[in-house]
């Protein structure tokens, strides 16, 4: 995308007034989106976006800049804007650029640019005709199907010169049942770092038909008692309480400024022997995936949570400083538009030794929560809440009735203390995930667990 010699004068005008390290990121992104619903295409959309985001630290300070114009002109007058905002005596020498050897974690075999849209139709008519045809009371089906290339060119001043093709695909379904006085969703998203071939590979009978069961299930389920209850959460997307509720508390965006309740804590007992939480971004073709970072690092297996004590964080180069360590590949951004700082991959809790079996069967009483919902943190607290998509009572050791409306409602930390529980069964799930460096691509996992205790928030009492 752009010559050594042009980035090196770039790099160059972004430390003229004082800066001691200053870093280039090109980006050339295509995009695909197509919609159908009702058995009818509504959208579909394709695009290019192309642009250079420039930084600049000075100590603690940093300084972020981007443009759509990738002229050399253009270039070092956004290097200069963000270099205004610095002042120093000591000018810094960049070093020479040395390009690196990347070779790609994950195989892609049809790159999304090289298939038609007929092909990719024929996918999501399967699909809905999938959802659609599930049960009579499947009132809507919406199929939405997403890909992207990305391509990345990050420089720096001390010497980076590095390149990365990132391809990802998903397909959303989304089914609505209603039997004409209510209406209750069903979803399912599975996404990879793949091309064409994710499409291809699926089995949309499974996919397709999970989000139209859940959908007429939860259209059937009493209304959810409230109180404090055991509560076993399935494996797969179940993931997503625990990277919203501690893995994000583990990113040094937080924890660097002190705005997280796992701050300075590494080495302590944060959770049971039974739990370990892991940050992996180099699983091969997971949705969350990476070769390198946003910074150019590259993705590694990162323990954050090791039998239960603290072992680590995941850590970008400028909040590096602020904690004096290294950082872990874990610099993210959306894209050239947002200052990357430290985010998710793919985190989930490592596997355990019961059966799923058994954690049923060891549950007197309590709640099932077979899907999750979305939900939200404050990281400086860890409180959350969050919402169950598809949920069951657990009455003498046996799933009993689907029940609607639930909600989890507790403090991350806390929770994760109360984890009693650990299944064999770990899953991955797809999501995007949003902070401050945009919405990003993530997969949350984890093996079934119990909770000894949550709040549930229902729509009846207990």
């Known amino acids: 995308m752009l010559s050594k010699s042009v980035i090196e004068d770039v790099i160059s005008a972004a430390l003229s007034t004082g800066g001691d390290f200053a870093e280039?990121?090109?980006?050339?992104?295509?995009?695909?989106?197509?919609?159908?619903?009702?058995?009818?295409?509504?959208?579909?959309?394709?695009?290019?976006?192309?642009?250079?985001?420039?930084?600049?630290?000075?100590?603690?300070?940093?300084?972020?800049?981007?443009?759509?114009?990738?002229?050399?002109?253009?270039?070092?007058?956004?290097?200069?804007?963000?270099?205004?905002?610095?002042?120093?005596?000591?000018?810094?020498?960049?070093?020479?650029?040395?390009?690196?050897?990347?070779?790609?974690?994950?195989?892609?075999?049809?790159?999304?640019?090289?298939?038609?849209?007929?092909?990719?139709?024929?996918?999501?008519?399967?699909?809905?005709?999938?959802?659609?045809?599930?049960?009579?009371?499947?009132?809507?089906?919406?199929?939405?199907?997403?890909?992207?290339?990305?391509?990345?060119?990050?420089?720096?001043?001390?010497?980076?010169?590095v390149e990365d093709k990132r391809v990802r695909s998903r397909l959303a379904i989304q089914a609505i049942a209603s039997d004409g006085k209510q209406m209750q969703p069903g979803f399912y998203g599975p996404g990879a770092y793949k091309g064409f071939e994710f499409f291809e590979e699926l089995d949309l009978e499974h996919y397709a038909s999970e989000a139209a069961r859940i959908a007429v299930t939860m259209l059937h389920a009493e209304e959810c008692p409230s109180g404090k209850f055991p509560v076993i959460i399935d494996n797969e997307f179940g993931g997503v309480i625990f990277h919203e509720a501690c893995g994000h508390g583990l990113e040094a965006t937080s924890v660097a400024k002190s705005n997280s309740v796992f701050a300075n804590r590494i080495g302590e007992k944060v959770a049971p022997e039974i739990v370990?939480?892991?940050?992996?971004?180099?699983?091969?073709?997971?949705?969350?995936?990476?070769?390198?970072?946003d910074e150019g690092e590259k993705v590694r297996k990162n323990v954050l949570i090791e039998n239960g004590i603290l072992k680590g964080y995941l850590i970008d180069k400028f909040n590096g400083r602020r904690m004096g360590m290294e950082a872990t590949g874990s610099s993210r951004r959306e894209s050239y538009r947002f200052n990357p700082t430290s985010r998710m991959t793919n985190t989930f809790i490592a596997p355990g030794k019961s059966t799923p079996e058994e954690i049923i069967a060891s549950t007197e009483k309590g709640l099932y929560a077979?899907?999750?919902?979305?939900?939200?943190?404050?990281?400086?607290?860890?409180?959350?809440?969050?919402?169950?998509?598809?949920?069951?009572?657990?009455?003498?050791?046996?799933?009993?009735?689907?029940?609607?409306?639930?909600?989890?409602?507790?403090?991350?930390?806390?929770?994760?203390?109360?984890?009693?529980?650990?299944?064999?069964?770990?899953?991955?799930?797809?999501?995007?995930?949003?902070?401050?460096?945009?919405?990003?691509?993530?997969?949350?996992?984890?093996?079934?667990?119990?909770?000894?205790?949550?709040?549930?928030?229902?729509?009846?009492?207990?």
């Open 276 to 293: 370990t939480y892991i940050d992996d971004g180099t699983l091969p073709n997971e949705w969350g995936s990476l070769n390198i970072d």
């Open 24 to 161: 280039v990121f090109a980006e050339d992104r295509f995009s695909n989106s197509l919609v159908l619903q009702n058995g009818k295409m509504e959208k579909s959309n394709s695009g290019r976006d192309a642009g250079v985001g420039i930084r600049v630290f000075n100590g603690l300070q940093s300084v972020y800049a981007y443009t759509t114009d990738f002229s050399k002109e253009g270039l070092i007058k956004a290097a200069k804007n963000a270099a205004h905002a610095i002042q120093a005596d000591v000018r810094h020498i960049p070093a020479a650029l040395e390009q690196e050897t990347n070779e790609p974690l994950h195989k892609i075999i049809h790159m999304p640019q090289t298939i038609g849209n007929a092909r990719k139709v024929a996918v999501m008519k399967k699909a809905y005709d999938i959802t659609k045809n599930y049960h009579p009371s499947i009132a809507q089906a919406t199929i939405s199907l997403l890909d992207h290339e990305q391509n990345v060119l990050i420089a720096n001043s001390e010497g980076k010169f």
């Open 370 to 462: 077979k899907y999750m919902g979305g939900g939200s943190v404050n990281t400086a607290t860890g409180d959350y809440n969050f919402a169950i998509m598809e949920a069951y009572l657990v009455e003498n050791g046996k799933i009993g009735a689907p029940v609607k409306g639930a909600t989890l409602i507790g403090n991350g930390p806390k929770t994760l203390q109360l984890v009693d529980m650990v299944g064999n069964n770990l899953a991955h799930g797809a999501g995007m995930c949003g902070s401050v460096s945009g919405s990003l691509p993530v997969n949350v996992g984890q093996p079934m667990i119990r909770v000894s205790e949550i709040t549930v928030g229902g729509t009846k009492g207990e």
